[in-house]
């Protein structure tokens, strides 16, 4: 196919495996040139649904919200729930807007990559999970333990795919969320993300007569200094590192026009949170913050809540984001690194990441034991220059393969 000459070959996924390169490529090529940018997914759920059903895999189709479902695609059962499922993917199928990105959903091949929004973050472990599903149907040995695919929505949003995910009896013994790692790399947990908003109240007034008035900026400053100079914990993790909260001011809104005194600021941050640390307990340390601000100027009125510019839904403004920390004694490791090792791979690196990923839901809500991994080099999420090396999804293809079939057959 144009410009590609697979690199990769092995028992499952290969020039002349049990899913070819030529599949593979096919796949991938479909799903990326899909649209699929978050709130607009229903096309590419379909086709998904469709391109498991063609390969005789067992599909449901969760309803999250109106044109909006997820994809749980099963082998080894006839359902995705009322079982113990061996190992569990998750990937959602969602993507942010193209912004600058030429020529988003071409798909063009080129130098064995392939171009495309969504091909890192995150089509490219989807697609290398569905494949090794497919690999494993085709292998025609039964199953001892069930293998399910979550395909999910909303994940660059709200994440109400993965919500929903996580009230349901959907159960596994392990999971691997198939976010871009480079494949060099392990995701073992991750910092949680509460979205704080500070609102400060103040008094309209013509800026020709501002002393009849009352500064909302001017009052802002007082918790402004006090913000930037909180400290945070730290949490050792032992071999994964060494964890850090941190806070960004990262917006500030205020005032109706340049001869008015501003009635009212927002202050806007991103406070990223360690392991036993939750919305609520951040939240309480601004309102220390503020509390301290007023003993300065008792005539302060400032409230703070969990707020993001995009978030409308209730459900998870009430819940947060929050940090997820797998042990770092899980066999799973062990059984991902000799799947690894047999695809070519050197050791795999153990890491703790400052990013927030959706196995939040899995670990936190679902009990479940979950390690990131997947193809792709993740600087390129939502970049203008997106693109997967095809031999990575290949790769990954044929590791999922592997690992499912020591954990299931």
């Known amino acids: 196919m144009e410009q590609y000459n697979p690199k990769f070959n092995g028992e499952w996924i290969g020039k002349h495996a049990l899913v070819s390169s030529c599949e593979l490529l096919n796949i991938l090529k479909r799903v990326v040139a899909c649209d ?53 993917f998750h990937g959602h199928y969602d993507t942010v807007p193209y912004l600058d990105m030429p020529d988003p959903l071409s798909a063009r091949v080129q130098n064995n990559r392939l171009w495309g929004r969504g091909s890192v973050d995150q089509k490219g472990g989807l ?49 691997i969320v198939t976010e871009p790692t480079h494949l060099k790399t392990v995701e073992f947990g991750h910092l949680g993300s509460s979205p704080i908003v500070i609102r ?4 309209t007034a013509h800026a ?15 918790i402004l200094e ?19 909260g941190t806070l960004c001011v990262s917006m500030m809104e205020a005032g109706t026009a340049y001869n008015n005194v501003p009635h009212e600021a927002f202050i806007r941050m991103d406070r990223r949170t360690v392991p036993g ?12 913050v503020i509390a301290d601000a007023k003993r300065v100027d008792p005539s302060m009125v400032a409230t703070v809540r969990i707020e993001r510019p995009d978030w409308s839904w209730p459900p998870i403004i009430a819940r947060g984001l929050n940090p997820a920390l797998t042990p770092s004694d899980t066999p799973l490791f062990d059984y991902l690194q000799q799947a690894a090792s047999k695809s070519g791979l ?15 839901f899995l670990v936190n809500d679902l009990k479940i034991p979950t390690l990131v991994y997947g193809p792709g080099d993740g600087r390129l999420n939502h970049s203008a220059a997106e693109e997967i090396d095809i031999d990575d999804v290949a790769r990954a293809a044929g590791i999922y393969s592997e690992l499912a079939k020591e954990l299931c057959l």
């Open 208 to 222: 020709s007569v501002a002393s009849e008035g009352v500064n909302a900026i001017e009052k802002a400053m007082l």
């Open 277 to 288: 640390e939750t919305s609520e307990s951040a939240v309480a340390e601004i309102e220390a």
């Open 127 to 175: 697609v290398a999970s569905l494949c090794a599903l497919i690999a494993i149907k085709r292998k025609g040995i039964p199953l001892k333990r069930s293998l399910c695919l979550a395909a999910v929505v909303d994940e660059e949003s709200e994440h109400r795919g993965s919500f929903a995910l996580s009230e349901s009896d959907i159960r596994a013994d392990y999971a």
């Open 346 to 360: 050197p050791s795999l690196e153990k890491r703790f990441s400052s990013c927030y990923y959706d196995m939040d």
């Open 36 to 88: 699929s940018v978050f709130k607009n997914e229903y096309a590419l759920g379909l086709l998904i649904a469709d391109i498991a059903r063609e390969h005789g895999l067992q599909v449901e189709r969760q309803k999250v919200a109106e044109g909006r479902d997820n994809i749980l695609v099963t082998l080894g059962a006839d359902s995705a729930y009322g079982t113990t499922h061996g190992l569990l």
């Open 226 to 244: 006090r913000l930037f100079k909180m400290e945070f914990p730290t949490v050792n993790l032992g071999e994964l590192g060494v964890a850090q």
């Open 200 to 203: 400060v109240e103040g008094k």
